[in-house]
């Protein structure tokens, strides 16, 4: 079986599974990291965003044997400074945005690649930009995302 290695969460692994498991199963069933959600398992629900190199991407849709060992995952659990919550995560609370919560760690690092795409574009937080997002929440709380977005913006 092959050995695959990569960076998750500041960390190096290594796991030794098929090319072409799915990297969700092995962050969730192999590795233990159960943030990114599967909800649809063909890259539309978005609730298993993380980011990899810094990019929102969608583990569900992508085999482990598509990363190399230079790549760097980052899972909502990796986006916190130690003890200090992400100003996006912090955005989250202090704007009540989860009602079940389920998408939320997708939410949370969606927005956080936007925010940082639109800071390197040159570019605002505005009602054209949050509409780049496509995570899907089940419960409906799009205005307090979309609030706690443009909070989290201002403090990152």
């Keep these: 079986m ?3 290695t990569f960076t ?10 098929e090319d072409d498991v ?21 890259n539309v629900c978005k609730a298993c965003t993380s980011h990899v190199n810094g990019k929102a991407f969608n583990p569900c849709a992508v085999p482990v044997g598509a990363l190399s060992e230079s790549d760097e995952v980052t899972t909502i659990e990796g986006l916190a400074d130690g003890d200090e919550l992400h ?23 969606a927005a956080v ?6 800071k390197e574009e040159g570019r605002k937080i505005d009602d054209a930009a949050l509409d780049e997002i496509r995570n899907i929440c089940r419960c409906g709380t799009y205005n307090r995302i979309r609030e706690a977005i443009k909070t989290g913006a201002d403090n990152m």
């Design 113 to 118: 690649s936007l925010v940082r795409r639109c």
């Design 22 to 42: 799915r990297l969700l199963w092995v962050l969730r069933d192999v590795l233990g990291v159960t943030g990114p959600k599967y909800g649809c398992g063909i």
């Design 87 to 109: 100003p996006m995560q912090q955005a989250w609370i202090d704007n009540d945005v989860a009602q079940c919560g389920y998408c939320q760690p997708g939410q949370i690092m």
């Design 2 to 4: 092959p050995t695959h």
């Design 8 to 17: 998750l969460n500041g960390e190096r692994v290594s796991v030794e599974v």
